[in-house]
């Protein structure tokens, strides 16, 4: 089945790798690069509405590969075996990757570090030991979905990694494999950072993920690797083969870790089999709560006549973010073929308005945990390129004008 596929590789002007784009005989795709920076991971999905945008333009899928392999920051056109190869290009870490997310936690907040240290030292093997409630019966027979009950203890543990930064937007979690403990028990700070995310936003959608990150050892792991960057940040990072004894960690700093597979535990399967996000979630960022609206772009040009829709459930920010975006395009493109002045330019415009009326009318957002928030930015009528609609409009003022006057 595997045949032989396209792609471009994309780079921000910083040098950091956004995705890639590849084709095939039939389609063109977009691929974010799983651990890239927030703002990489934005200009990405640009990215993804250009290639798209090209594809439905009517270009063959190597055609559009040709056509932006000439933009700014783009390579050759390249060949691969399959797309299982561009999709582990994907997934490569690069230690900018990792310098970016040891860059979120807070080292000045002193008071936040000994908070860590003495919220897990003070963990006692009974918060450790996490029961769990409901599964009972019903009279009507219905069973009550379990559910872990976490000590007080183990919630300030969990807390401590937040206030350290250790739970950051920088790691997309949900695009990434949960980590597992290195056999000698030592995390990469870096991946401390990534692991401490993944569970704690992981929580949310799954209950006991935390549990689960208590028995298999990897909460202490990352507790202890991030007392011991913190402690001394330039230490050399323990690599998997390295030997404990050889280089110093701090006395407390070396639990036991607990096989991670003896103990047989009630919790609920991995985080990827994780039922979908609920619909009232936002599709770009995870927030709740979210509307299902649709927003329109339309592009009146004689040559690139085209729509443009975004829909699904949408946050109030993220929402009026893609609510901004269109009808600016649309303002700004909308008019410039005559069925598009009269019918399609002003009814998107319309459609727009009610649609982002269901977005206003929600309260703001909780905290997202899929991805990075849209930026609304500034309002339409503070964007130049909105203005542009005023040209048609006073070209059909002019038309009239001259029109009445009879050409005089
Ligand atoms: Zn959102």
Redesign the pocket.
């Known amino acids: 089945m595997s045949s032989p596929v396209h792609y471009i590789t994309v780079t921000a002007p910083d040098g950091e790798v956004i995705g890639y784009a590849w084709g095939d005989a039939t389609d063109v795709e977009w691929i974010n690069r799983k651990a890239s920076s927030s703002s990489a991971y934005d200009a990405g999905m640009e990215w993804y509405g250009r290639v798209r945008e090209a594809h439905e333009r009517g270009l063959t899928p190597l055609g559009v590969l040709n056509l932006l392999s000439h933009e700014p920051g783009v390579g050759p056109v390249t060949e691969a075996p399959d797309v299982a190869a561009i999709e582990e290009l994907a997934r490569i870490v690069t230690p900018a990757d990792d310098r970016r997310l040891l860059a979120q936690l807070d080292r000045d907040d002193a008071e936040a570090w000994q908070e860590l240290a003495d919220a897990f030292d003070a963990l006692t093997d009974e918060d450790r030991d996490v029961k769990w409630g409901g599964g009972q019966k019903s009279p009507s027979g219905a069973i009550q979905v379990p559910f872990p009950m976490y000590s007080q203890p183990l919630h300030r543990a969990v807390s401590a990694l937040l206030g350290v930064g250790a739970v950051t937007p920088e790691h997309r979690w949900v695009d990434s494999p949960m980590l597992q403990v290195p056999p000698d028990g030592r995390l990469r700070p870096a991946d401390a950072v990534r692991a401490a995310t993944t569970v704690v936003r992981g929580e949310k959608f799954s209950d006991g993920t935390i549990d689960k990150a208590l028995k298999s050892g990897l909460l202490d792991a990352i507790a202890n690797s991030l007392r011991t960057w913190y402690a001394d940040p330039d230490a050399d990072q323990p690599s998997p083969d390295a030997d404990p004894d050889a280089d110093q960690p701090s006395p407390d700093a070396a639990p036991p870790v607990e096989q991670p597979s003896t103990a047989p535990t009630p919790q609920p399967r991995a985080l990827q089999d994780a039922p979908d996000p609920t619909p009232s979630m936002?599709?770009?960022?995870?927030?709740s709560p979210?509307a299902d609206v649709t927003f329109r772009a339309h592009r009146g040009l004689i040559i690139f006549f085209g729509f443009k829709k975004m829909d699904g459930p949408?946050?109030?920010?993220?929402?009026l973010?893609v609510y901004r975006a269109l009808t600016t395009h649309t303002l700004c493109v909308g008019w410039w073929s005559p069925f598009s002045l009269f019918v399609f330019a002003p009814l998107t415009l319309v459609r727009n308005l009610l649609a982002v009326r269901k977005v206003k009318q929600l309260a703001a957002?909780g905290p997202?945990m899929?991805g990075p928030?849209?930026d609304p930015g500034l309002p339409i009528h503070r964007r130049p390129r909105a203005y542009v609609a005023l040209i048609p409009v006073v070209w059909v003022l002019f038309m009239i004008v001259t029109g009445l006057s009879g050409g005089v």
């Open positions: 936002c599709k770009f960022c995870g927030g979210a949408m946050c109030m920010t993220c929402g973010a957002p997202g899929l928030r849209y």
